[in-house]
């Protein structure tokens, strides 16, 4: 199987060369870092909400 684009030749012709590989790379790594404070945030709310139910 080839690593090129072929089942949306519209993203090989508009698309791939738009953002450079290594600004690709580093919102890869800003995203992979994010995800876990989203949750921890998602984590807290839930506890707080529960405790004010009480």
Sequence with gaps: ????VTE????RNDFLG???HP???GFHLVSLAVRPLFFALLVWIVIQGSAGKD
Excluded at 1 to 4: A, K
């Design 1 to 4: 199987m080839s690593s090129e």
């Design 8 to 11: 949306f030749p519209c993203l």
């Design 18 to 20: 738009l953002v450079p």
């Design 23 to 25: 600004v690709a790379a």
